[in-house]
């Protein structure tokens, strides 16, 4: 068996000791004797499985009492309609910062169901920065203002968050989640589908403040009802089992490995490694303004278009796979979610020391 070093955007690398466990569990759970996919999501021991994923969350993102936890399905994708139908209920109005392809569709989503406003954009530069925000740009009457923490196909994210008074913060962290520790009092909701930086595609995670749960919009379906799988503490239907059993044993792994502090340690001396070859590489550049540079997704582009094909396919071929950018950016992109190793990045930077030097 070889691994290869997965640089996908997603889904993504899991830990191997997850992996390997989910292995060994895999014909006998715990001596129950079937497999986590086979057992009824109202057994005794998937309760345990899915409470146990829910408090160690909790832990490892410091989550307060007041915010519900709600495992649910249909990516965060489906919680872009979610968000409006859910929250933009008072003056059925919401303000959104585009800062990518996944704040524009939250944004055309919430659109449909009432009064949003684009508040600002960095399209102009092709999303290679953040905008700067300030309370005055902020409607103090919308219901929520929507942000997206960690853009992952344009590499940029928030290195402090807009100050939005007393309107709640709405945040997509789909690619930044678990990276390093956040304050989630400073939010009335977060968001993240687990195949960047969690687990298996499947589950997508809602963290909401208690008190923002009312009524939806009448026309909201019942699986897009919060408050219905809020309380039902995600068992209305059935949940998907097998995903919040794998993110389950990410989060003892990050756990087990000091917690998200220690985490973000590690994911800073990571993306150092590669923008620091990056910064100082004639041949290879960055493409986001320093300052607003994502730790776990980093597209780079060499000046052609030749170089860079030739550079994705010889990197494939010596085990740095995915490597390939975005359509709309071009060029590479390398994701170095939590789970890839250390060693991976140092080998991909000595990798591309050495193509410098044979194409220059
Ligand atoms: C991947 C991603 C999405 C889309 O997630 P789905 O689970 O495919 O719906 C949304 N937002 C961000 C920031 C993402 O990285």
């Known amino acids: 068996m070889s691994r290869v070093y997965n640089f996908s955007a997603g889904p993504s690398m899991l830990p191997e000791e997850v992996l390997k466990t989910a292995a060994e569990q895999m014909l006998d759970y715990n001596g129950s004797g079937m497999s986590v996919m086979e057992m009824s999501h109202r057994s005794k021991v998937f309760e345990e499985i899915i409470q146990t994923a829910e408090a160690d969350l909790r832990e490892l993102l410091n989550i307060p009492d007041n915010y519900k936890v709600l495992f649910l399905q249909g990516g965060a994708s489906s919680v872009f309609a979610m968000i409006p139908l859910n929250l933009m209920t008072k003056n059925k109005k919401a303000d959104y910062v585009i800062t990518g392809q996944w704040s ?18 960095s399209e102009d530069k092709v999303f290679n920065y953040i905008p700067d925000l300030d309370k005055s740009m902020f ?3 919308a219901d929520y203002v929507h942000i997206t923490g960690n853009n992952t196909i344009y590499g940029t994210r928030y290195t402090t ?17 678990l990276s390093e520790p956040i304050d989630v009092t400073k939010y009335g909701m977060i968001y993240f ?30 699986m897009f009802n919060l408050s219905i799988h809020a309380k039902n503490d995600s068992l209305y ?3 998907p089992c097998y995903a919040i059993y794998v993110c389950g044993l990410v989060f003892k792994h990050l756990k087990k490995l000091g917690g998200l502090e220690k985490m973000k340690e590690i994911n800073e001396r990571k993306a150092k490694v590669l923008y620091d070859f990056l910064d100082q590489s004639k041949m290879f550049h960055g493409t986001v303004v320093p300052k607003d540079r994502s730790l776990m997704n980093v597209p780079f582009v060499t000046d052609s278009e030749e170089l860079n094909a030739k550079f994705i396919k010889e990197a494939a071929a010596a085990g740095f796979v995915n490597l ?10 390398a994701s170095i979610y939590n789970a890839m190793p250390e060693e991976g990045v140092k080998a991909l930077v000595a990798f591309m020391k050495k193509f410098e030097e044979e194409n220059r």
């Open 104 to 121: 524009k569709k939250a944004f055309s989503e919430a659109q449909k169901y009432g009064n949003a406003r684009k508040v600002a954009s």
């Open 161 to 177: 968050l807009p100050d939005t008074g007393d309107v709640p913060l709405v945040a997509d962290l789909s690619s930044c989640i």
């Open 139 to 141: 409607d103090p009457e």
């Open 324 to 333: 390939k950018g975005h359509r709309t950016v071009g060029g590479m992109r």
């Open 237 to 239: 239907n059935t949940p």
């Open 193 to 222: 589908g687990a195949q960047k930086n969690v687990g298996p595609a499947g589950v997508t995670i809602v963290v909401i403040r208690e008190d923002l749960l009312g009524e939806p919009m009448d026309i909201t379906p019942t």
